[in-house]
Antibody, heavy 119, light 109 residues
């Protein structure tokens, strides 16, 4: 069965960086795009960016252009997202999700990784 | 930039009731780009509907989606206790890539 398993909770100080991983299994890694979303406490969902697992090409929402970097390791079917220059506003649960091959929606999601930024 | 506005913000109903949730786009969008998700506390969102009206695998047929252009609706025909959650609509656009509505909380009356 398809699974996306994310790394565990993180606590970081302002100015630091954090890397969240998303290990996929149960399907052909390169067949789908992997997207990242985040959800601040008590808030809605915010799309951050996407990676093409075939060629590693990425696209980010404008506000995250200089803050987020998504990479992939095809040998382990794992996607990584690094968020740099953390501030309290980056405190959120971060989700990876698989885009459906034939629709513009996300059919499988990781369990979420809470990231807390606090001094 | 397209904005998705969901209404109502909170919907208080009883099990067995019919729920109608609205998602309005600030400009016309393709039905192919509209999806609905259910999210329970501490969980990841679950895909319910894509292409505005197609149920995702395993989603009960009491969930249905409809609409086009700027007005989309998620209907739950007979609420079950497990249906009380937050619901989000989502649309694909060119910039940013994807947009979510602010959510509708469906609570037990």
């Amino acid at each position: 069965q398809v699974q996306l398993v994310q790394s565990g909770a993180e606590v970081k100080k302002p100015g630091a960086s954090v890397t969240v991983s998303c290990k996929t299994s149960g399907y052909t890694f390169t067949n789908n795009l992997i997207h990242w979303m985040r959800q601040a406490p008590g808030q809605g969902l915010e799309w951050m960016g996407v990676i093409n697992l075939n060629n590693g090409a990425t696209s980010y929402e404008r506000k995250f252009q200089d803050k987020v970097a998504v990479t992939r390791d095809t040998s382990t079917s794992t996607v990584y997202m690094e968020v740099s220059s953390l501030t309290a506003d980056d405190t959120a649960v971060y989700f990876c999700a698989r885009r459906m091959a034939q629709a513009w929606a996300f059919d499988y999601w990781g369990q979420g990784t809470p990231v807390t930024v606090s001094s | 930039e397209i904005v998705l506005t969901q209404s109502p913000g909170t919907l208080s109903l009883s099990p067995g009731d019919r729920a109608t949730l609205s998602c309005r786009a600030s400009q016309s969008v393709s039905s192919s780009y509209l999806a609905w998700y259910q999210q329970k506390p501490g969980q990841a969102p679950r895909l319910l509907i894509y292409d505005a009206s197609t149920r995702a695998t395993g989603v009960p047929d009491r969930f249905s989606g409809s609409g086009y252009a700027t007005d989309f609706t998620l209907t739950i025909s007979r609420l079950e206790p497990d249906d009380f959650a937050v619901y989000y609509c989502q649309q694909y656009g060119t910039s940013p890539g994807y947009i979510f509505g602010q959510g509708t909380k469906l609570e037990i009356k």
